[in-house]
């Protein structure tokens, strides 16, 4: 898909919502990965660095043998260091809450996006009010409320964590909005992909350094350690090549649903394969969630039964037209 000639059967809403849950699981996925990845010894943020790096670099080889190279200005410099450190700012903080609060509550915050992104998009006039995309947001946002309601109960210490673990989501929504507003002309998604992890590694780097841990860089104990490394650089590859093509199709608060699906599908994975306890509510939540994400996709149907004809094909056309409404 290329920015001067956008492939238009792909703007629907089925690979929309292929798109949503592939990139949701695999978030959801991606936090037990590091969570394992800690117990075995390693550096969680270790892990995003070389994570972060190596799907870089594997996404932008297969950007080169498509043609679709970010051009070389001053804007996609921008863009990359940007959305980089906003990539790299909410995955530090999960990651760091993972070891106190544990994997399945860090995937809860991770539901909270969408409310911010939503606010955020209504305030900058990204997209006009629409009562049924409201709603999908509430149901979303209910859903979310009902997995960390429990936590408010909670230790102090671990109520404290989850607070910190909540920037996370913050931060998220702002890198949505900032992706989608300075998205560059004439630019994909495949080309933009790579140089936001390329830029998050660098700015995890930057940070390892900063507090001293530069030394945990090269240090993964076992060989699990280094088997899970791969595995989530995999993980980054798939995830983020859609992540992309989801916030081009869609914009950002339909993309924002990701949070909602991968703290279901986080929460599940770290019962299942971590023996974490299982969050009150979950059934409930995943129902609230589910009707939440039906509800926008509707959105999404409408405008691209109604939309596709007047669209141009521009590579910033997410950043003007929301087709998730």
Not at 60 to 84: C, H, N
Not at 181 to 199: D, F, K, Q, Y
Not at 224 to 238: I, K, S
Not at 258 to 285: D, F, K, R, W
């Amino acid at each position: 898909m290329s920015a001067s000639s956008p492939a238009r059967a792909t703007r629907s809403s089925p690979v929309a919502i292929a798109c949503l849950l592939v990139v949701g699981g695999l978030l959801g996925l991606s936090l037990n990965i590091a969570k394992l990845a800690a117990l075995e010894g390693a550096s969680p943020v270790a892990l995003l660095f070389w994570a972060s790096l190596g799907s870089g670099v594997v996404l932008q080889i297969v950007g080169l043998a498509k043609g679709q190279a970010p051009r070389l200005r001053w804007q996609t410099f921008e863009y990359g260091a940007i959305s980089g450190f906003l990539f790299a700012a909410p995955n530090i903080v999960a990651l760091l809450a993972i070891h106190h609060i544990g994997a399945g509550i860090v995937s809860l915050t991770f539901a909270f996006p969408i409310l911010f992104t939503y606010v955020l998009a209504l305030l900058l006039r990204l997209e006009g009010f629409v009562g049924t995309r409201a709603l999908g947001v509430a149901f979303g946002l209910c859903g979310a409320v009902l997995l960390a309601l429990p936590k408010v109960n909670a230790s102090d210490a671990a109520f404290l964590w989850f607070c910190f673990a909540m920037a996370a989501p913050v931060i998220i929504a702002l890198g949505n909005i900032y992706r989608t507003v300075r998205w560059p002309v004439g630019e994909t998604s495949l080309s933009l992909a790579p140089l936001m992890l390329i830029g998050g590694a660098i700015a995890t780097l930057l940070i390892m350094l900063v507090v001293g841990e530069g030394r945990s860089l090269v240090t993964f104990p076992t060989e699990t350690a280094l088997v899970l490394l791969f595995a989530q650089t995999a993980v980054f590859t798939v995830m983020y090549a859609c992540y992309f093509l989801l916030q081009w199709l869609a914009g950002p608060v339909y993309l924002s649903q990701i949070g909602s699906v991968a703290a279901v599908v986080g929460g599940a994975i770290a019962i299942g394969l971590l023996g974490e306890p299982l969050p009150q509510n979950l059934l409930l939540a995943a129902a609230f969630i589910s009707t939440g994400v039906v509800l926008v996709s509707r959105i999404a149907r409408a405008k691209a039964a109604t939309g596709s004809n007047r669209r141009g094909g521009r590579g910033d056309a997410v950043a003007h037209e929301d087709l998730a409404g």
